[in-house]
């Protein structure tokens, strides 16, 4: 009898193996939404109604356009996990999201944050946006850039970027967060 009961333990021990599964969370069910920027529909309306190719030649709606387009890449890697290095949607981190990002539209950034740093021109925080560098410092051992994201929204004081962080992967944050304001270094315009 004990024979049966053995047999039977080990026949549900061995099919319940291939069963059970890990679950991972990275993405599943997050969505990030950017409203669309009005003043940009607004110009695009009105160039197209008046003279579009003077509006296909001015240099700031090419540049916004550009910003925006680069902006939607970013967003597309959103719940990518980390891993320190990477540059693929397996994982990647957050000079990488931008060195990837940036590539895809012909703009060759270092792959490292700190020498990423010292591309564009620095701007001040007041004049960010969307598709800026924001820089910061999270080590207290070492006092040098280390981290990097892209401004994907500004809404008045609000700033919000798209980076790569150890513990969640690649989401969206608020310069307004604590640890991210204390963080900050500078911003830089690479468009």
């Given at each position: 009898?004990?024979?049966?009961?053995?047999?039977?333990?080990?026949?549900?021990?061995?099919?319940?193996?291939?069963?059970?599964?890990?679950?991972?969370?990275?993405?599943?069910?997050?969505?990030?939404?950017?409203?669309?920027?009005?003043?940009?529909?607004?110009?695009?309306?009105?160039?197209?109604?008046?003279?579009?190719?003077?509006?296909?030649?001015?240099?700031?709606?090419?540049?916004?356009?550009?910003?925006?387009?680069i902006i939607q890449t970013a967003l597309t890697y959103a719940g990518v996990k980390y891993k320190y290095g990477g540059t693929t949607r397996?994982?990647?981190?957050?000079?990488?999201?931008?060195?990837?990002?940036?590539?895809e539209y012909d703009i060759y950034l270092p792959r490292v944050s700190f020498y990423m740093a010292n591309e564009g021109r620095k701007i001040?925080?007041?004049?960010?946006?969307?598709?800026?560098?924001?820089?910061?410092?999270?080590?207290?051992?070492?006092?040098?850039?280390?981290?990097?994201?892209?401004?994907?929204?500004?809404?008045?004081?609000?700033?919000?970027?798209?980076?790569?962080?150890?513990?969640?992967?690649?989401?969206?944050?608020?310069?307004?967060?604590?640890?991210?304001?204390?963080?900050?270094?500078?911003?830089?315009?690479?468009?």
């Amino acid at each position: 009898m004990w024979r049966k009961n053995l047999v039977l333990l080990l026949c549900l021990g061995a099919l319940s193996c291939g069963v059970v599964k890990k679950r991972t969370t990275y993405g599943a069910g997050r969505t990030i939404t950017v409203e669309p920027d009005e003043a940009l529909t607004e110009v695009l309306r009105d160039s197209i109604t008046t003279d579009s190719t003077e509006a296909a030649l001015d240099p700031d709606i090419i540049s916004h356009n550009k910003s925006e387009q680069i902006i939607q890449t970013a967003l597309t890697y959103a719940g990518v996990k980390y891993k320190y290095g990477g540059t693929t949607r397996k994982g990647m981190d957050c000079s990488g999201l931008m060195y990837v990002t940036f590539q895809e539209y012909d703009i060759y950034l270092p792959r490292v944050s700190f020498y990423m740093a010292n591309e564009g021109r620095k701007i001040p925080l007041e004049e960010v946006s969307k598709g800026d560098l924001l820089f910061f410092t999270t080590s207290d051992r070492r006092k040098r850039i280390n981290h990097v994201g892209l401004v994907v929204e500004v809404d008045g004081d609000d700033i919000k970027f798209i980076h790569s962080t150890i513990s969640r992967g690649v989401i969206v944050s608020s310069l307004k967060e604590g640890y991210w304001n204390y963080a900050f270094v500078k911003a830089t315009r690479i468009l």
